[in-house]
């Protein structure tokens, strides 16, 4: 029998009343009281936070760190600013995805890296047997809360006024006098305006309680940073990435660097790929769900979801899925739920429009 692992904050979900879950060997919360639609809702007027510490944040030091994550990567890091956060992929010998994840470059000798809970343990163990004499510190005992929403400014201005210095997609690292070593990203998994706040564990819940004290600020669970996350059209590993997809068919050519080939399974990778990753919108009623077979208008199949749920501000069902490449944005095709093919349109990957700068 394993055993479940808890976060810093797991007794404050508990308090607050969550319906708890285990995911990736953690006790989590997947909603509190006031259910996925109204938390998925305020964090997209108001804010909402997310304990994500359960995640991996591991700190990498010493002086050959471009070369090692230029090397894992399809990144140059040697091209990467100090103190910018790069989301980028880890890939295989064949050129798949083992993870995504976010790479701060802190200095030319100190990286901060967040990576997803099921693969931190595979993704640290890949590392090492490439570059074994790598030094890094492993923060498995920190909490990382995400702070999420149009008013995240107003929330955190007061109690760390050094965001104000903070660009999108760039962190810092601060000493606060109440609250100790913290690590601030202005990064997140809503589309909104949001930072990640990496916190030691001996200030953690009363930091979360501090945030709960704002009228503007609520807890929101795994359910609603699901929903978010589908509909701006980010991948979640596991359902639409994985170990035999490719960056190019995931629709993340973009954190390929020009003419860097020196990264592992470079060469496996096809440059006109078979599959796209594409969103999916259910015109019938219904709900999406990851495993659903797709049929083309002939009823053939042609694929099946790779992630799916409901869309409250679109107040429909969306999902995602590879679709062969000649599939375009518009094209009608079907989904079977429950024995019936049911009307779908072949949709862009992110369904709403937000602002995360």
């Known amino acids: 029998m394993s055993i479940i692992l808890q976060t810093p904050l797991t ?3 508990i308090e607050l009343g969550a319906t708890m879950v285990e995911f990736a060997g953690y ?19 108001s804010c909402g936070i997310f304990d994500v510490s359960h995640m991996g944040q591991v700190i990498f030091e010493g002086e050959n760190l471009n070369e090692i994550f ?10 990467v600013k100090e103190s910018v956060c790069k989301y980028t992929v880890l890939t295989n010998e064949n050129g798949g995805i083992i993870d995504d994840l ?8 100190r990286f901060f890296v967040v990576w997803n809970a099921s693969r931190k343990n595979i993704d640290l163990a890949h590392l ?14 920190r909490a990382l809360i995400a702070v999420q929403g149009p008013e995240v400014f107003n929330v955190l201005l007061s109690i760390f006024p050094e965001i104000s210095e ?16 913290i690590i601030l990203s202005r990064t997140g998994y809503t589309g909104e305006k949001g930072f990640e706040v990496s916190i030691e564990e001996t200030f953690a819940k009363e930091f979360w309680s501090l945030l709960l004290s704002n009228e503007t600020v609520r807890p929101i669970g795994l359910g609603a940073r699901d929903s978010l996350r589908l509909e701006v059209g980010y991948p979640l590993y596991g359902n639409d990435l994985g170990l035999e997809t490719n960056p190019i068919s995931a629709g993340l050519s973009w954190v390929m660097s020009k003419n860097h080939t020196n990264y592992i399974g470079s060469e496996k990778i096809p440059q006109s790929p078979s599959t796209k990753r594409v969103g999916i919108l259910l015109e019938d009623k219904g709900v999406l769900r990851a495993g659903y077979e797709i049929f083309n208008s002939m009823g053939e199949k ?3 979801l790779t992630s799916g749920g409901y869309s409250p501000v679109l107040e429909k069902s969306i999902g995602q899925a ?15 739920i429950r024995s019936k093919k049911l009307k779908a349109t072949v949709h862009s990957i992110s369904f709403v429009t937000t602002n995360p700068r």
């Not at 006790?27 to 305020?42: R, T």
């Not at 976010?102 to 000798?109: G, L, R, Y």
Request: glycine residues 4%; proline residues 5%.
């Open 166 to 181: 903070i660009g999108y997609m760039t962190a810092k690292e601060i000493s606060h006098s109440k609250y100790g070593k």
């Open 322 to 336: 590879y679709l062969p490449s000649q599939y375009e944005i518009g094209q009608e095709i079907f989904v079977e």
């Open 302 to 304: 042609i694929s099946v």
């Open 102 to 109: 976010i790479v701060t470059k802190f200095a030319e000798n």
């Open 27 to 45: 006790s989590m919360p997947v909603k509190y009281k006031q259910g996925l639609i109204e938390e998925h809702n305020w964090t997209r007027s």
């Open 128 to 141: 090492l047997q490439n570059f074994p004499q790598t030094k890094f510190q492993n923060l498995e005992t």
């Open 70 to 79: 230029s090397k894992l990567t399809p990144s140059n890091f040697e091209k």
């Open 11 to 13: 007794q404050a979900h």
